[in-house]
Structures are given as structure tokens and as C-alpha cells.
């Protein structure tokens, strides 16, 4: 074999081995993770997303290009829902991005530096800068809400794709079971006290107690009113 085919293939393997190597750089490896104790899971890059904890019950993780806020209204029993407040304030954020039809999903094109004076993403203290392509998620019936940043299209796709719902709060709160108890008590309370002033003959309850004391309601009252005033009855 000559030395002009040696060097060819010796080309030919170094082309090979450097679109080995660029695609292994290049791939992204994912995790599963639960974003609700044995319920929903999400696919999360893995070996680089951390979980940086709850902020009032929304839950955040990171990695070096991207955020994931997660957020369950069932799970959030306090009576001001300070998290959902928060959530939709970062929600309304992003939307003020471009709209995209991102691989059938709705997403929106952000600079970063727009996202950081948000209270999550200072918590986070990641290096964000560049687009962010941001997707936004939610289930009526498992009542999850997602929100996926990243610089990465493919990246924010991939998880939202990955998303798997799984309803474990399948209950009101025992809040709103207490609210709605609460509220069901209180109700039939006035309607009851309605009813009883609606069918109550006054006139007749006044008659039998004027006959059983033989007492004059009318005179007791007039003499009362000479003392204390007008009386509201």
C-alpha cells in the first residue's frame, strides 16, 4: 500500500473519529425526575441539573443553560397562595417574549437578561444570558404547572415531550374542603334565619304572649320609649 492511500485513510479515520467525538460533546443524556412525590415526571439533563430547592412551594431546578419552575395548586394548602402569584408573574414575563410554534408547542423567544431581575431566577444566580426559549405547561387535572427555559431549543422540547402527568392530589385540599364546609354551613344558616322571619306569623307570636302575661306589648313599650328613647322594634 502506498503512502497516498495511507494518508487517505489515515484522513478518513480522523474525520470519523472527530464526528464521534462531536456528537458525544453534543448529545444530551436526560434523567427522570418527579416533580411531584409519586406523580409527574419530567426528563432533565442529566448529571447537570440541580434542584435548588421550594420558593413558597414552587420548585426550582437549573442547570447551565436552563431552568425549570414547577408549581402544583392542590399541593399549596396556605390560604394566600403567595407561590401562584409568583408563577404567574413569571409566566406573564415570558409571554411578553416572540411567540413561536416551537415543535407544536407554544413558546416564546426571551433575552435572558429580561428574566433575571425575576425573584426565581435571582434565587437561582445562574450565568443566563442569550435567548431563552421558554415553554409553558399545564394540567387541569393534576393541577401541574411548568415552565421550561433554556438557550437550547432542542433541550426545551425534549422535557416537554418527556412531561408524564400523574394526579396525585386527586382531593381538594383540607383547606378548601374547610372553606367549602365553612361556606355550606354559613349558607344554610341565612337561609334557615330567612326562612323563619319570611314564614313567621309576628302578630300571632305577639297575641299569645300578650294573653298568656296580660301584659300589653304595645303599653310596655311606650313606657320603656319614655325612659331610653325611640326603641329600633
Not at 411531584?36 to 448529571?47: H, L, Y
Not at 402527568?165 to 341565612?190: A, E, F, H, M, R
Amino acid at each position: 500500500m502506498d503512502n497516498k492511500k495511507i494518508i487517505i485513510i489515515a484522513i478518513i479515520i480522523l474525520i470519523i473519529a472527530a464526528g464521534i467525538i462531536f456528537v458525544m460533546l453534543t448529545t444530551v443524556n436526560y434523567e427522570k425526575i418527579e416533580i411531584t412525590p409519586n406523580g409527574t415526571t419530567i426528563d432533565v439533563p442529566a448529571n447537570q441539573t440541580k434542584y435548588k430547592g421550594e420558593f413558597e412551594s414552587a420548585k426550582v431546578w437549573n442547570w447551565d443553560n436552563g431552568i425549570l419552575v414547577t408549581y402544583n395548586s392542590n399541593a399549596d394548602d396556605s390560604l394566600i397562595k403567595v407561590s401562584e402569584l409568583g408563577f404567574n408573574t413569571l409566566n406573564e414575563l415570558i409571554k411578553k417574549g416572540e411567540k413561536q410554534d416551537i415543535d407544536g408547542f407554544t413558546g416564546y423567544v426571551i433575552n435572558a437578561e429580561e428574566l433575571v431581575n425575576n425573584p426565581i431566577f435571582k434565587a437561582v444566580k445562574g450565568d443566563f444570558n442569550g435567548k431563552f426559549y421558554c415553554l409553558s405547561l399545564t394540567n387541569e387535572t393534576t393541577h401541574d404547572s411548568i415552565i421550561i427555559c433554556c438557550n437550547n431549543k432542542d433541550i426545551a422540547v425534549h422535557m416537554a415531550k418527556s412531561v408524564q402527568y400523574k394526579n396525585v392530589y386527586p382531593n381538594k385540599t383540607k383547606l378548601d374542603n374547610t372553606i367549602s364546609t365553612v361556606k355550606n354551613v354559613t349558607g344554610d344558616l341565612q337561609s334557615k334565619a330567612s326562612d323563619f322571619v319570611n314564614n313567621t306569623n309576628l302578630s300571632s307570636i305577639k297575641s299569645t304572649v300578650e294573653n298568656k302575661t296580660g301584659i300589653s306589648l304595645d303599653d310596655a313599650k311606650s313606657i320603656i320609649e319614655e325612659y331610653t328613647g325611640k326603641l329600633p322594634i
